[in-house]
């Protein structure tokens, strides 16, 4: 994903972050496709990308499609953006969702035009996409559909729920995950050997190499940050040379990460990230599996996730998974949500794990979660159907005489549904 070969100082690389100011990261962007790191299935020899380039450079597609690049900080979307651009020689057009409206959209596409009446076409690049509202989003479509520019989109939310399905149909979403861990390591080896990156002035053991990644998130600009930050923090680096290097172990980086801070986790309350970690607690309680349960419950808190949010989870979880198998599950979850009312965080967290590892551990029984939802299809589909008169409450001297209170003690439900079944206990 990342790389620090030199190039021109015209091309898009110098133009966007000149040389003698940017940060690491931005030196070592990668300048051709040759020199990227990770994602092969997408970007390497057989990937898909270069599939693409390779029709439309070729003559057998007329265009490069627009495309949403949908994945973590730190993966390389914007790099992207700009090697296509550099690769099919069109012209090169970047915004930021953030602080670009309609106004904007309408003079990219009038730049565009200029572009087309000298025979270029233009890739537009709009960064957190997702950041656009919907009119912003549909202001981009006729010009999509007339092709007037390929628009690459950048996001790092899910694109399903923040991209419009009329313009998400009209792109090829390409999902990026994470870097690996080998991909980080080929990352950190550039940065230290590059001229443009430490020039070997800098020699680090596998160790520490290691705890530097394990700190990244799988975001190779977070990476080169940490190494840059480090770097900063070495007097004698200024000094150093590729024959005479300083050298770093674990314990030494380790050391220096604490003056850094504690990590932030990439979390957002209203992203995927939100849902999904959510999502992996209460199947790792439904699962019985304790240590995964502490584990999502550690993630969330360490993110900054609202801890009654959570308790909230676990008082459902009580009665929807839990249920009859052990009733005490749900004294035990909103015990604890009144533990955390009382004492607040950082200690309410043991409380928290007290009921996460309770839930996980307690046999299941969904036969309470089942029965109400057999009971509420019923009403969907039967309506309010006429109680009963024996369970009807003969208060004036008229209900009495109606029939009110009076007929088989037997029989509870409507008529039309007196055998239905929702309720169905589980054995023992």
């Known amino acids: 994903m990342w790389s620090g070969h030199d190039s021109s100082d015209d091309d898009l690389f110098q133009s966007l972050h000149p040389k003698t100011v940017a940060p690491l990261a931005h030196r070592l962007r990668p300048r051709k496709l040759d020199d990227w790191i990770g994602h092969e299935r997408v970007f390497g020899q057989k990937g898909v990308v270069r599939a693409w380039l390779e029709s439309a450079r070729s003559g057998m597609s007329k265009r490069f499609p627009s495309i949403l690049l949908w994945g973590p900080p730190g993966v390389g979307k914007t790099s992207l953006a700009i090697l296509i651009a550099e690769s099919l020689g069109e012209a090169f057009i970047q915004l930021s969702a953030v602080s670009s409206g309609v106004k904007d959209i309408k003079e990219a596409a009038d730049r565009a035009k200029s572009f087309q009446a000298s025979g270029r076409n233009t890739i537009l690049f709009l960064d957190e996409i997702h950041r656009l509202n919907k009119t912003q989003q549909d202001s981009l479509l006729p010009f999509v559909e007339s092709g007037l520019f390929i628009l690459i989109g950048a996001t790092t939310e899910n694109p399903s729920f923040e991209v419009n399905a009329a313009l998400l149909s009209r792109m090829r979403v390409i999902r990026l995950e994470r870097l690996t861990t080998d991909d980080l ?7 230290l050997i590059s001229d443009e990156g430490l020039s070997q002035r800098l020699i680090l053991s596998l160790e520490a190499k290691i705890a530097l990644i394990e700190q990244s998130e799988g975001d190779a600009r977070r990476l080169l940050t940490l190494v840059e930050s ?26 220096m990460l604490k003056t850094l801070g504690d990590r932030v986790l990439p979390y957002d309350q209203a992203s995927e990230d939100h849902h999904n970690t959510i999502s992996a607690f209460i199947k790792s309680m439904r699962a019985s599996d304790p240590q995964a349960a502490v584990y999502y419950l550690a993630r969330m808190l360490t993110a900054g996730e609202d801890p009654l949010f959570i308790a909230r989870r676990m008082i459902v979880f009580a009665s929807e998974d839990v249920g009859n198998a052990d009733p005490r599950a749900l004294l035990i979850a909103v015990a604890a949500k009144d533990a955390l009312e009382c004492v607040g965080l950082p200690e309410a967290r043991i409380n928290l794990a007290h009921a996460a590892i309770s839930l996980a551990l307690a046999k299941k029984d969904r036969a309470i979660y089942e029965a109400i939802q057999s009971a509420m299809n019923e009403v969907q589909r039967t309506g309010a159907l006429p109680i009963p008169m024996v369970l009807r409450n003969a208060v004036t001297p008229l209900m009495k005489a109606q029939g009110y209170g009076k007929g088989d003690p037997e029989v509870r439900l409507p008529q039309g549904i007196g055998e239905k079944v929702f309720f169905r206990p589980r054995s023992s």
Do not use: G, Y
């Open 185 to 191: 390591l080929r990352v950190l080896d550039h940065a």
């Open 230 to 255: 480090i770097a900063l923090m070495i007097p004698e680096l200024e000094k150093a040379s590729a024959d005479e290097p300083c050298s770093l172990d674990q314990e030494k980086v380790n050391e």
